[in-house]
DNA sequence: TGTTAGCACTCCCGCATTGAGAGTGCTAAC
DNA sequence: GTTAGCACTCTCAATGCGGGAGTGCTAACA
C-alpha cells in the first residue's frame, strides 16, 4: 500500500503531466503542488515511485512521467470525479432534442461533441437491433404492380419495403405465400433467420410456386437485407483531426497508423464490444500495436432496455480521465434519452434502427 | 504558343516531379530522359519556361518545380492518356457485383477502392434522388394501431413508412386525410415542398380534424423526414489516410486542417458540386486556403439518367493526373452498372436513395 | 529515523559553424 | 543556336558547444 505522501505526489505528477505533457520535475512539482515538503523529499518519492512502476523517466536528467500501471492506480484509487460546466452540458443536452430523428444524424453529432468537448476523438457504436424474435410477415397488395412487404418483431419493431411485382401474380398467391412465410418463420429469434435459412425455404417454395419463381426470391431478398442492415452495428468516428493539436500526435508515421484504423470498421466495433459501465483501457492493455500509447475510455448505452452500444474516446495515455469520464456519463445519458423520449414507437419506424 | 521542345521539358519535369518530390534539375533531366540536347540547353530551355510562368525554383540553386498554371498547361495540352492495368480493372469492376443493395455501402466501399488505386482521398458524393414531383400519398389502414403511408412521385419513387396510430383515429379520417395531402401537394416538384409548406398545411387541417391533431402531424414530420433524407446527399471520403505518405503531408498542422475539412460535410458537398465530366481544380484555383496545394480531379456519374453524383480525388497538386482521371472514368462506368443493373426496380426500394 | 540543503554529474536541446553537394546563370567557344 | 566550363548560391546534414533542467548522493539537522 502506497503511502499517504505518495499518493499525493503520484496524483500531483499525473495532474501535471496532464495539463504540460512534458517530464514533471521535482522542482516544478514543489512550486506548484503545495506538498509541504521539499524537493529532496520529493526527489527520494519520485524515486520510490519508479521503482515501484508507476513513473518512469525518458532519459537520466529529465523529470518523471507516469507508467500506464500509474495510469492504471490513478483511475482507480486517486482520481476526483470531475464536474461538467454547464456550457459543456448543455452542448451535450442538444442531441436529446435533435430535430431530424435518424439514427446516423443523432451517432454522428454526438461522436463530433465527444471530441470536441474532450480535444480525442470520439468514437459511437450503434446499437445492434434485432434482438426479438419474428413474429409475422404480412404481403399488401398495393396496386397492380405493387406490393408491401412487413414484417413484425415481438418487441415491437416494423419493417416495411415496397416490392414490384410480377405481372403475372394474384392476389392469393401473394397471401398463400405470406401465409407461408409466417408459418415457417414466426418465432424464431432473429439471429437464427440466415441466408442458410431463407434458401431452404426458397427451395421447398419452388415446388409449389413455379409461376412465382422471381416474386418469392424478391420477399427473401428484401427480409435478408433487413436483417442484415439491421443485425450490422456501424461505428460513427467523430473528430478525429483534434487529436493532432496533441504533442504525441506529431509524428506522421503513427498519425497514419491511427487514421487506417478509423477506417477497419470491423475492427473498430470488435474493440468497441464492451463490459457494460465505464471500461478504461491504459496504452499496452490495448492489443493492437497502433494504440500503444492510446487509451480508450467507454461507457455503454441502452436502448428499449436491450439492445446495447458503446460511446467511447481514444486518446493518449495521457488523458484527462476524469473530465472524459464526465462527458461520457453526461453523453450515455443524452443518448438514451434521445432514443427513448416519449415519442419512442414513432421513432422506432424513422430511425435507421 | 511553346516550341516542341519547351513542351518536352516541361513534360518530362513534370512526370520527373510527379514521381521524385524532388525539384528536378537539367542534368537528373538529360540523365533519364533523352531529350537529345545538353544540360545546359535544357537549363535554357527552363530558364524560358521559368519566366513563362510554367515552372518556379523553390530557392536559386535548386531545381525546378511546376506550379499551378504549368500543371494547367499539362492537363490541358500535354497529358496523354494512361490505360489501368488488369487487376486495377478487377479491382472496380467488383463493386458492380457487391452482393449488399444498400448504395451506403457501394459508395463506402467506393470511396476507399478510389483511395487505393491512386494513393490520394477518394470522395464520392450520393446522388440527390428528390429529382421529380410528388404524385400521391396514400394512407392504408393496417390494424388496429398501425398505418401505412406511402408517398408516390412521378418518377417512380415510393417512400413507405408505418405510423402508429392513437387510439380514436377511424378508417374514413385516414382516407379523407390521405385526399387532402394528395390534393394540396401532388404536382409539386419535391423540392418545393418545405417545412413551411406543411407548416401551413397542418393549420389549415387542424381546423376540420381538431380530434385528430396528433395524427396529422405524425404524417408531416414522416413526409418531412422523408424529404430530408432524399433531399440531402452525403459524401464519403475513403482512404483520407493515404495522403499522409505523400511527402507534401508530412506537416501535421496541416493535415490537421485539411481532416478538419473532410468532417464538414457540408462544405465537401459544395465543393463537390460540378459540372459533367471531367474537372481539375489545381492549387490556387481552389478557393479554400486549406487546398491551395491540392487538386482535386472529379467525374459525375449519373442515376436513372437525372440524379447525379460526384467521384473525386483529392491529392497533392503533384498529383499523377493521367492515372487518376483513368481511376476516375472507370469507377463512373463501374458506379453507374452498380446502380441500374437489370434488377433496378428492387433495387431502387432498397437503396437509400 | 526522516527531512533537508548543497553539490557534482548527466543529458537534452538549441544554436552556430562548416563542408559537401546539387544546381544555376553566365561567358566564351564551337 | 548549342555546348562546355566555371564561379556562385543555397540547402542540408553533421559537428561541436554552452546553458539549463533535473537527478542522485552525501552530510547535516530535528
Chains 1, 2 share one sequence.
Request: aromatic share 6%; proline share 3%.
Amino acid at each position: 500500500m502506497l503511502s499517504e505522501r505518495k499518493r499525493s505526489v503520484l496524483k500531483a505528477i499525473i495532474t501535471e503531466y496532464v495539463n504540460t505533457a512534458e517530464p514533471v520535475g521535482s522542482r516544478a512539482l514543489a512550486r506548484r503542488h503545495n506538498l509541504g515538503v521539499s524537493t529532496a523529499t520529493i526527489r527520494n518519492e519520485m524515486a520510490d515511485l519508479e521503482e515501484m512502476g508507476f513513473l518512469m523517466q525518458p532519459h537520466v536528467s529529465a523529470g518523471r512521467i507516469p507508467s500506464d500501471y500509474g495510469y492504471r492506480f490513478y483511475v482507480d484509487h486517486l482520481m476526483e470525479h470531475d464536474q461538467l460546466t454547464y456550457s459543456e452540458q448543455d452542448l451535450l443536452n442538444q442531441l436529446v432534442y435533435i430535430k431530424s430523428l435518424e439514427a446516423d444524424m443523432v451517432l454522428a453529432t454526438a461522436s463530433r461533441l465527444l471530441s470536441q468537448l474532450s480535444n480525442y476523438v470520439g468514437l459511437i457504436t450503434s446499437p445492434r437491433i434485432h434482438t426479438g424474435r419474428l413474429t409475422a410477415i404480412e404481403l399488401i397488395h398495393l396496386s397492380r404492380r405493387l406490393a408491401l412487404a412487413l414484417f413484425f418483431t415481438d418487441n415491437g419493431q416494423v419493417e416495411n419495403r415496397v416490392l414490384v411485382l410480377p405481372p403475372e401474380v394474384e392476389s392469393r398467391h401473394i397471401e398463400s405465400l405470406a401465409a407461408y412465410f409466417t408459418h415457417r418463420l414466426a418465432g424464431r429469434p432473429m439471429e437464427e433467420i440466415t441466408g442458410q435459412l431463407l434458401d431452404e425455404l426458397y427451395s421447398e417454395l419452388l415446388e409449389d410456386h413455379i409461376q412465382n419463381h422471381d416474386f418469392i426470391s424478391r420477399i427473401a431478398q428484401a427480409l435478408m437485407n433487413w436483417l442484415k442492415s439491421g443485425g450490422r452495428s456501424r461505428v460513427f468516428t467523430g473528430g478525429a483531426h483534434n487529436i493532432l493539436g496533441q504533442p504525441e500526435f506529431q509524428d506522421v508515421e503513427k498519425v497514419r497508423h491511427l487514421f487506417a484504423l478509423f477506417e477497419e470498421e470491423a475492427l473498430l466495433l470488435q474493440l468497441l464490444q464492451r463490459e457494460p459501465g465505464i471500461t478504461i483501457t491504459i496504452g499496452q492493455e490495448n492489443r493492437l500495436p497502433v494504440m500503444q500509447d492510446c487509451t480508450v475510455v467507454s461507457s455503454t448505452y441502452t436502448v428499449n432496455g436491450k439492445s446495447t452500444g458503446t460511446v467511447a474516446v481514444l486518446g493518449p495515455t495521457r488523458m484527462d480521465y476524469a473530465h472524459v469520464i464526465s462527458v461520457l456519463e453526461h453523453l450515455t445519458g443524452c443518448l438514451e434519452k434521445a432514443f427513448s423520449s416519449h415519442d419512442d414507437e414513432d421513432r422506432q419506424q424513422d430511425a435507421v434502427f
